[in-house]
């Protein structure tokens, strides 16, 4: 199998996706890295269709691998940029890609790169199957680019897809992000025997439309983000709990911003709607933050020391 007739019919055959894969001394594709290759045309057809290509759209993929995904988003784009840092499979990457001269392969870590280096202030979508364990940080880092996509569609473990479509109730740090971004919704079942090697669980396509501004930026936004770590780092805990604890806030200022917005006290992280956390930031915003200045060292030892002394005299 010459780079001249590989296509995606090829490398979703195992056999030849394996034989492939031997040519180049790769035995497997790694484990350490999260890599599970796409070997599903069914999965593969959901993907691309929930993009949306078309021939002016730039991409920008990350954890190509074997570039099953690249050749057909190089088939329908106009730029890809894939970016895989699996130095092993990378020549197999190359061999792949090498009939499409619209297809960029950036060597590295998608963390070190950021969009607008790539695509400066041109628009993009991004598009991936993303390993298992690495994906909410590679979401963050898409979503919090300057330049964000226009548009995600992502391969993810079941698990996180249910995670970003939750609605109150269910909700997550990663669900309010993502719902902060953009409307996600789920678009395709994908099942474990879809990838080779199979991982241990089932996954789907996620599809994001971002909108064309947050609803808020800048310190706004910083807070809101502040504010929902620090409520869902202790989310069995009631809301105004986590953030006194967590923020170490005054309780009299939290029990001020919760009524102002109208929330229960008793409302716990995973009960509140998107537009109760940005009512919850404005109010915050309005009466900013103001941490209890925290005990040292030497002061609990003054106090511990004074302690035996205030109870004889009590």
Same mark, same amino acid.
């Given at each position: 199998?010459?780079?001249?007739?590989?296509?995606?019919?090829?490398? *979703?055959?195992?056999?030849?996706?394996?034989?492939?894969?031997?040519?180049?001394?790769?035995? +497997?594709?790694?484990?350490?890295?999260?890599?599970?290759?796409? *070997?599903?045309?069914?999965?593969?057809?959901?993907?691309?269709?929930?993009?949306?290509?078309?021939?002016?759209?730039? !991409?920008?993929? !990350?954890?190509?691998?074997?570039?099953?995904?690249?050749?057909?988003?190089?088939?329908?784009?106009?730029? !890809?940029?894939?970016?895989?840092?699996?130095?092993?499979?990378?020549?197999?990457? =190359?061999?792949?890609?090498?009939?499409?001269?619209?297809?960029?392969?950036?060597?590295?870590?998608?963390?070190?790169?950021?969009?607008?280096?790539?695509?400066?202030?041109?628009?993009?979508?991004?598009?991936?199957? @993303?390993?298992?364990? *690495?994906?909410?940080? #590679?979401? =963050?880092?898409? @979503?919090? &680019?300057?330049?964000?996509?226009?548009?995600?569609?992502?391969?993810?473990?079941?698990?996180?897809?249910?995670?970003? /479509?939750?609605?109150?109730?269910?909700?997550?740090?990663?669900?309010?992000?993502?719902?902060?971004?953009?409307?996600?919704?789920?678009?395709?079942?994908?099942?474990?025997?879809?990838?080779?090697?199979?991982?241990? !669980?089932?996954?789907?396509?996620? =599809?994001?439309? @971002?909108?064309?501004?947050?609803?808020?930026?800048?310190?706004?936004?910083? @807070?809101?983000?502040?504010?929902?770590?620090?409520?869902?780092?202790?989310?069995?805990?009631?809301?105004?709990?986590?953030?006194?604890?967590?923020? =170490?806030?005054?309780?009299?200022?939290?029990?001020?911003?919760? /009524?102002?917005?109208? #929330?229960?006290?008793?409302?716990?992280?995973?009960?509140?709607?998107?537009?109760?956390?940005?009512?919850? /930031?404005?109010? &915050?915003?309005?009466?900013?933050? +103001?941490?209890?200045?925290?005990?040292?060292?030497?002061?609990?030892?003054?106090?511990?020391?004074?302690?035996?002394?205030?109870?004889?005299?009590?």
């Amino acid at each position: 199998m010459s780079a001249q007739d590989t296509d995606a019919s090829d490398l *979703i055959d195992i056999g030849a996706l394996r034989a492939l894969l031997r040519r180049h001394g790769v035995e +497997r594709p790694n484990k350490a890295l999260g890599q599970h290759l796409l *070997i599903s045309r069914k999965a593969l057809d959901a993907v691309v269709r929930a993009a949306e290509l078309s021939l002016d759209d730039n !991409v920008l993929e !990350v954890g190509a691998g074997a570039g099953v995904l690249t050749v057909e988003l190089a088939k329908r784009a106009r730029r !890809v940029v894939a970016v895989e840092m699996d130095r092993v499979i990378l020549p197999v990457l =190359r061999e792949v890609v090498e009939p499409f001269p619209n297809v960029e392969i950036i060597p590295r870590d998608l963390l070190t790169v950021w969009p607008e280096e790539v695509f400066g202030e041109q628009p993009y979508k991004f598009v991936a199957n @993303l390993p298992y364990y *690495i994906t909410a940080m #590679i979401l =963050r880092h898409i @979503l919090e &680019a300057r330049n964000r996509p226009t548009r995600v569609v992502v391969m993810v473990q079941r698990e996180v897809a249910e995670r970003m /479509t939750a609605e109150p109730g269910e909700m997550s740090l990663l669900s309010l992000s993502a719902q902060f971004y953009g409307t996600p919704r789920i678009v395709a079942q994908v099942p474990a025997t879809a990838f080779y090697p199979p991982p241990k !669980v089932d996954s789907a396509v996620v =599809r994001l439309d @971002l909108y064309p501004r947050p609803p808020l930026d800048g310190a706004a936004r910083e @807070l809101f983000f502040t504010l929902a770590r620090a409520a869902f780092a202790e989310k069995r805990k009631q809301v105004h709990n986590s953030l006194e604890r967590n923020l =170490r806030l005054d309780p009299e200022q939290v029990a001020g911003w919760l /009524t102002a917005c109208g #929330i229960s006290s008793e409302r716990r992280a995973q009960s509140l709607s998107l537009e109760e956390w940005l009512a919850l /930031t404005n109010a &915050a915003l309005a009466d900013p933050p +103001r941490p209890i200045p925290q005990e040292t060292r030497r002061e609990r030892r003054q106090r511990g020391a004074r302690a035996p002394e205030q109870r004889e005299n009590s």
